[in-house]
């Protein structure tokens, strides 16, 4: 199907009877708009492309049929050859109807004339045009000579429709589009009687003539988007706006990635930040939609390269396969890894192999084939030599969690001394709501500035699985504050259920915490929401760390 704008320069007359009813099914009605200029004067006259047409105005045709914008339909029938209105927009110029010409200072009377002459349909018709034509010819000869008299041009304010959100103020300036306003009423306007709109849906389009001169914003889940496009389009930031706040409401994370496409490629920042954040908070259910294969390699980088992503690094890199897979296929190659490293182009180096376990990296990455011998030697040699060599890949934790950062602190007083001989330092805790944990805070040297080697986890209680595990390391000053160590990734902690928080460390004695408090509680400033801890003792080899005394005195979560 097609769109098309047709334009009308002639006098045409209609019944208005017809008009209310349709007269037939296969005719739409017509909407009476005028065709003032947009500071309500007649539309500017001087070029060779515009001319002061008294009942000028526009028609639409969607698919074929009319969405009729004139002063009125011709007069149809049998008896004037049954062209209706369909015949009178698609007609050709003649001789009949000659081209439209500019109106001379001077007063010149052929081109005002010609331009105020109705297309003939038949022998009556052409008496009634003739007639027309003699007047218009009188009207303008008995203008005066001065060229003020003849015209007056005021320039256009460039899009005044968009300050205007209303009909009633829309109509009060012409029409609402700027775009439309320069296509038919500017210094280059159009001479077709048709213009075609192929890259436009009718459907969309139709919307859009809607909103115009009604008002009525007609947007569902199938047509939003190109009803976005034909706003953006033409100009209509107010359908925009109803179309974004339409997308914002249906916002899921099955449809995220789709909508992040669009939002990106119609310039729209606050839908793409929003569909970026239900990613972060949705990444699995995101990932796993029909639609995540379907988007462009941008959009791909763009998610990989975020620090919030809520998912392992080993599934986000399964993802990333599935991805060049179908983009593979897209561009007719063969699946093969050599292919796949190629269509994923950047995209690679923002998966973060060193976050990985092992275990995790041999299993799936190390057996692909995408990486080289070269990347999958230093790799492996990252997860078992100390101190680990340089890699080419990302190993900052995906940490950074959508919100503000939390903290909480166990103990109301710093002491010194606290040795280490390679048992864990352990603390039993348990939350009262949903959290994700991505580091602790620990202690330092009481012998100045030191660095230390560690090893933080968090241990499931009940079946002593391990949730999360970190093996790096971390510089102090040598005062009493504590030092951050982060997990590869956060840490979802459920509520109600207990787990084991666990440091182990190799370095110098350190300061430790006393005064230890069981039950702590954090409330969010804008919100009031509380989230509480409770501490307990972990039995077994815990290096002396308890509710009272010890290490691991912080943790770090996001709620």
């Known amino acids: 199907m097609r769109c098309c704008v047709c334009l009308f320069t002639q006098s045409l007359e209609c019944s208005p009877s017809k008009m209310a009813a349709g007269e037939s099914n296969s005719r739409s009605s017509c909407l009476n708009l005028s065709n003032s200029g947009p500071l309500g004067n007649a539309p500017p006259s001087n070029s060779a492309h515009s001319s002061p047409a008294s009942n000028g105005g526009v028609v639409v045709a969607a698919?074929?049929?009319?969405?009729?914008?004139?002063?009125?339909?011709?007069?149809?029938?049998?008896?004037?050859?049954?062209?209706?209105?369909?015949?009178?927009?698609r007609s050709t110029p003649s001789a009949h109807n000659?081209?439209?010409?500019?109106?001379?200072?001077?007063?010149?009377?052929?081109?005002?004339?010609?331009?105020?002459?109705?297309?003939?349909?038949?022998?009556?018709?052409?008496?009634?045009?003739?007639?027309?034509?003699?007047?218009?010819?009188?009207?303008?000869?008995?203008?005066?000579?001065?060229?003020?008299?003849?015209?007056?041009?005021?320039?256009?304010?460039?899009?005044?429709?968009?300050?205007?959100?209303?009909?009633?103020?829309?109509f009060a300036l012409a029409v609402g589009s700027a775009v439309f306003d320069a296509m038919f009423n500017g210094g280059m306007a159009t001479t077709s009687t048709e213009i075609e709109l192929p890259d436009v849906e009718p459907a969309a389009f139709l919307a859009l003539l809607k909103f115009l001169y009604s008002d009525e914003v007609q947007i569902g889940p199938e047509t939003v988007m190109t009803t976005l496009y034909s706003a953006k389009k033409y100009a209509v930031p107010a359908l925009e706006a109803h179309c974004v706040e339409f997308l914002k409401k249906n916002l899921r994370a099955d449809n995220?990635?789709?909508?992040?496409?669009?939002?990106?490629?119609?310039?729209?920042?606050?839908?793409?930040?929003?569909?970026?954040?239900?990613?972060?908070?949705?990444?699995?259910?995101?990932?796993?939609?029909?639609?995540?294969?379907?988007?462009?390699?941008?959009?791909?980088?763009?998610?990989?390269?975020?620090?919030?992503?809520?998912?392992?690094?080993?599934?986000?890199?399964?993802?990333?396969?599935?991805w060049a897979e179908a983009e593979a296929q897209r561009q007719q190659l063969q699946p093969t890894p050599e292919n796949k490293r190629r269509v994923l182009g950047k995209?690679?180096?923002?998966?973060?192999?060193?976050?990985?376990?092992?275990?995790?990296?041999?299993?799936?990455?190390a057996q692909s084939g995408i990486l080289t011998d070269?990347?999958?030697?230093?790799?492996?040699?990252?997860?078992?030599?100390?101190?680990?060599?340089?890699?080419?890949?990302?190993?900052?934790?995906?940490?950074?969690?959508?919100?503000?950062?939390?903290?909480?602190?166990?103990?109301?007083?710093?002491?010194?001394?606290?040795?280490?001989?390679?048992?864990?330092?352990?603390?039993?805790?348990?939350?009262?709501?949903?959290?994700?944990?991505?580091?602790?805070?620990?202690?330092?040297?009481?012998?100045?500035?030191?660095?230390?080697?560690?090893?933080?986890?968090?241990?499931?209680?009940?079946?002593?699985?391990?949730?999360?595990?970190?093996?790096?390391?971390?510089?102090?000053?040598?005062?009493?504050?504590?030092?951050?160590?982060?997990?590869?990734?956060?840490?979802?902690?459920?509520?109600?259920?207990?787990?084991?928080?666990?440091?182990?460390?190799?370095?110098?004695?350190?300061?430790?915490?006393?005064k230890g408090m069981r039950k702590v509680t954090h409330e969010a400033p804008a919100t009031g929401t509380k989230t509480c801890f409770t501490f307990c003792y972990a039995a077994g080899n815990n290096n002396g760390t308890s509710v009272e005394d010890g290490q691991i005195p912080e943790v770090i979560f996001y709620t």
């Open 63 to 89: 698919g074929g049929m009319n969405r009729g914008a004139g002063n009125a339909n011709p007069r149809t029938g049998p008896e004037n050859g049954g062209g209706g209105a369909e015949s009178a927009v």
């Open 374 to 514: 070269r990347e999958v030697v230093s790799l492996f040699l990252h997860f078992t030599v100390n101190p680990k060599p340089h890699v080419e890949f990302i190993d900052r934790p995906r940490c950074c969690l959508r919100g503000k950062e939390c903290s909480i602190t166990r103990f109301s007083q710093v002491e010194s001394r606290w040795g280490y001989s390679g048992t864990s330092d352990r603390i039993r805790f348990s939350v009262n709501r949903r959290i994700f944990v991505v580091g602790f805070g620990l202690y330092g040297s009481i012998h100045g500035p030191t660095d230390y080697q560690v090893n933080i986890q968090i241990i499931h209680t009940d079946s002593n699985t391990v949730l999360g595990q970190n093996d790096t390391g971390f510089s102090c000053d040598g005062t009493a504050s504590t030092f951050r160590v982060m997990f590869k990734e956060p840490v979802e902690i459920l509520p109600s259920v207990n787990y084991i928080a666990c440091a182990t460390l190799k370095g110098p004695d350190s300061h430790y915490g006393t």
């Open 256 to 322: 995220a990635f789709m909508l992040l496409t669009q939002a990106r490629l119609f310039d729209e920042p606050q839908l793409a930040s929003l569909c970026l954040e239900n990613i972060d908070k949705n990444t699995a259910d995101a990932l796993a939609a029909e639609g995540f294969t379907d988007v462009d390699l941008d959009t791909l980088v763009a998610v990989l390269e975020r620090d919030t992503l809520g998912l392992r690094e080993v599934r986000l890199f399964g993802a990333a396969v599935r």
């Open 98 to 170: 000659p081209p439209r010409q500019s109106v001379c200072p001077s007063g010149a009377t052929s081109g005002a004339a010609s331009n105020m002459t109705a297309t003939p349909s038949s022998s009556s018709t052409s008496s009634s045009s003739s007639s027309a034509s003699s007047d218009a010819s009188a009207a303008v000869a008995s203008l005066p000579s001065s060229p003020a008299s003849v015209l007056v041009y005021r320039e256009p304010v460039y899009n005044w429709q968009a300050t205007k959100s209303t009909v009633k103020e829309r």
């Open 347 to 365: 995209a690679l180096s923002l998966i973060r192999f060193p976050l990985m376990t092992i275990e995790e990296f041999a299993a799936g990455p």
